[in-house]
């Protein structure tokens, strides 16, 4: 057999050897249990529990400035900047939370089932704000918040977030302290 028929004959076994010989070379030498925490003592956030959010769509919108006027009903909505819209249906099981949060924008919620309760953490009184079903209200966008299901049902809403273009449109917070639970 020649030099170059050994090699053809021979040269998965070639390759595998350096693959493995290469994986060898770029292993972590990180022990089990070793990785760099220093510093980190807890979570910088908080997780939301029986909270679900499905987006529904998401498209860009630019920037604009929309007057209308119709029938003697008058509304604005103006951007200055270029603008995400994202859709997302959210449920929240009875006990659940969304966990502390903010939005880079405003957020419109409309309430379909349930009482969904808000708490801010810029309220140093913490007080409830209850939003049941077949209302909705408007979050500011960098207000820090979480949202509750107190009751004994699903809460299910649609939410419409206004969000830099590419933006996510939540920010997990850190708990602000006051609040007790």
Known sequence: MTFAGWLRSHGVLMAVVAVATAALACRDTTKSGAASNKGITEPSFTLGVGFTST??????????HVQSKAAGYDVELKSHDNTDIVVANIAITPGGTS???SHPGPVV???KTGV?????GDDPTCSPIPHPAGTSFIEEG????IARNEEAVDVTT??????????????????P????F
């Open 99 to 101: 966990g502390w949060h």
């Open 116 to 120: 969904l309760t808000i708490y801010r």
């Open 109 to 111: 919620v409309v309430v």
């Open 55 to 64: 987006p529904v769509g998401r498209g860009n919108l630019g920037a604009f």
């Open 142 to 145: 960098g207000v820090v918040h």
């Open 177 to 180: 302290g006051n609040c007790a």
């Open 158 to 175: 649609v939410a419409t977030y206004f969000v830099p273009a590419t933006a996510a449109q939540r920010i997990d917070q850190a708990a």
